[in-house]
């Protein structure tokens, strides 16, 4: 069965230091990757997302993401945070009927 | 402005008592869905269409319905609704076809159901 799997349920850093929001996948075939974010009391916002080609994938607010096929992981990735990248990071696939399999969430706090 | 647009954002209503929460796209999308997300479940799609007159169940579709008359518009609809029907909903739509178009998503429908 198809599954995207987010180990870490929070994820805390301080301002100006990198942050890493692990995902993990599980799909048959060549895989459809994206992440979204959520902000409170809001929709879901495209970031980014992998289909094929450079395994680095750059995104909206600075966000980068790095697809490894062999590890099955396409973890997400800033430099430097900022106190408004605080918010819920989803992962998620794309199967083969169109539709898209999320993980469960990882709520990301910038601390000042 | 390209968006999703879902109505009502919050709704409070009784066991039983049948509603529809809307939504409409401004962007010729094909593929509309319908999710719920519940705390520790992340999304899990209820229905989806990938055209007008053709939908199909998604992974929770139970006590659901939808219908797709237009290309724009993908309402869902509760004809009994039940508290564990309590959650927040959201619809999405996308372009159909190559490259792996990215769906975009309406600003959440908060039901609770006492």
């Known amino acids: 069965a198809q599954s995207v799997a987010q180990p870490e349920d929070q994820v805390n850093v301080a301002e100006g230091n990198p942050l890493t929001v692990k995902c993990t996948y599980s799909?048959?075939?060549?895989?459809?990757l994206f992440w979204y974010v959520q902000y409170p009391n809001r929709g879901l916002q495209f970031l980014l997302k992998?289909?094929?080609?450079?395994?680095l994938v750059k995104g909206s607010y600075g966000f980068e993401a790095e697809f490894n096929k062999s590890q099955t992981s396409f973890h997400l990735k800033k430099p430097s945070a900022l106190v408004s990248d605080s918010a819920l990071y989803f992962c998620?696939?794309?199967?083969?009927?169109?539709?898209?399999?999320f993980g469960q969430g990882t709520t990301l706090q910038v601390k000042p | 402005e390209a968006q999703v647009t879902q109505n009502p954002r919050y709704l409070i209503t009784v066991t039983g008592k049948k509603l529809t929460v809307t939504c409409s796209q401004n962007?010729?999308?094909?593929?509309m869905s319908w999710y719920r997300q519940d705390p520790g479940l992340g999304l899990r799609q209820i229905y989806y269409?990938?055209?007008?007159?053709?939908?199909d169940k998604g992974d929770v579709p139970e006590g659901y319905k939808v219908s797709r008359k237009e290309k724009r518009n993908f309402p869902l609809i509760l004809e009994s609704p039940s508290p564990n029907q309590t959650s927040l909903y959201f619809c999405?739509?996308?372009?159909?076809?190559?490259?792996?178009?990215?769906?975009?998503f309406g600003q959440g429908t908060r039901l609770t159901v006492v």
């Open positions: 999405a739509s996308r372009l159909t076809g190559a490259g792996g178009p990215e769906a975009f």
């Open positions: 799909v048959s075939g060549n895989p459809y």
């Open positions: 992998y289909i094929t080609g450079d395994n």
């Open positions: 998620a696939v794309r199967d083969n009927t169109g539709k898209l399999i």
């Open positions: 962007m010729n999308h094909e593929y």
């Open positions: 269409s990938m055209n007008v007159e053709v939908t």
